[in-house]
């Protein structure tokens, strides 16, 4: 639910912060360099990626960017629930479909914020992120909007992240502060490097309240929300 996204609910707590720091962080890696479009994913599953991205895509809506969030997790869809909107069609209809974009494109209640759902679970998830027809939108997206966010699946269980990462012009690495393991790091990292996708950073994501992570580096505590952003 749209109420369960910390920067919509409480955009003055300090995870709210948290999040706006992190797109402050992301506006100053890319000084000279157009970044419209942010891809999130991680290496394994559950570890925030859906979760920061669409407070993210709150946050730069917040900012008055005119943003647009697509749900590229043809698996295991998210998006429509967080933001409460239909899942019935989505990106999923439109890559098969001779169609119109539009038709695809819901409203939120957040303003500035729209969001195109995954729609109906395909089999051949990969092939459709393959297609001409998806780099092609995504070309024209980007003249409409100031900024797209995508979401994904886990980078190394299935390849949909890495074709994702060859269209996005910026990868956002989320890593849970425990129970990541830095082979499964390494690996996701070194997955995006091979298809040259732009590495942005790590989201450190989950960290404990009392963690010293806090007081050192460019770590920044909020609450649950725990964002450390680093090149
Ligand atoms: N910082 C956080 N604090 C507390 N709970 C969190 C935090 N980040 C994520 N969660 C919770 O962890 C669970 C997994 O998060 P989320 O769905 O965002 O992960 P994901 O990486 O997108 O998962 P999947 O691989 O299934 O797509 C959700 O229940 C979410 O509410
Ligand atoms: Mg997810």
């Not at 730069?60 to 967080?82: E, F, N, S, V, W």
């Not at 990462?165 to 830095?182: M, R």
């Amino acid at each position: 639910m749209i109420r369960s996204l910390i920067t919509f609910k409480n955009p003055k707590s300090k995870a709210s912060e948290s999040f706006r720091t992190l797109r402050t962080n992301i506006q100053f890696s890319s000084v000279g360099k157009n970044l419209k479009m942010i891809l999130g994913t991680s290496s394994a599953p559950s570890d925030g990626k859906s979760t920061i991205i669409s407070n993210l895509a709150i946050t730069y809506a917040q900012a008055g960017y005119k943003t647009l969030l697509i749900d590229c997790d043809l698996r295991k869809p998210t998006m429509h629930k967080y933001f409460v909107i239909s899942n019935n069609t989505g990106i999923s209809n439109y890559i098969i479909n001779d169609d119109d974009i539009k038709n695809y494109i819901q409203a939120t209640s957040v303003p500035n914020l729209e969001v195109v759902a995954s729609g109906p679970i395909p089999p051949n998830p990969s092939e459709l992120l393959c297609s001409d027809k998806v780099k092609l939108l995504f070309q024209s997206l980007k003249s409409t909007y100031d900024i797209i966010l995508l979401d994904a699946p886990p980078v190394i269980a299935v390849t949909d992240a890495q074709i994702l990462a060859t269209l996005a012009d910026g990868v956002i690495l989320v890593a849970p502060h425990s129970g990541v393991e830095k082979r499964a790091l390494a690996k996701a990292k070194e997955l995006l490097d091979n298809v040259g996708a732009n590495v942005l950073g790590v989201v450190l994501n989950k960290v404990p309240e009392h963690s010293e992570i806090r007081y050192y580096g460019k770590g920044y505590y909020y609450g649950q929300y725990n964002s450390y952003y680093t090149k």
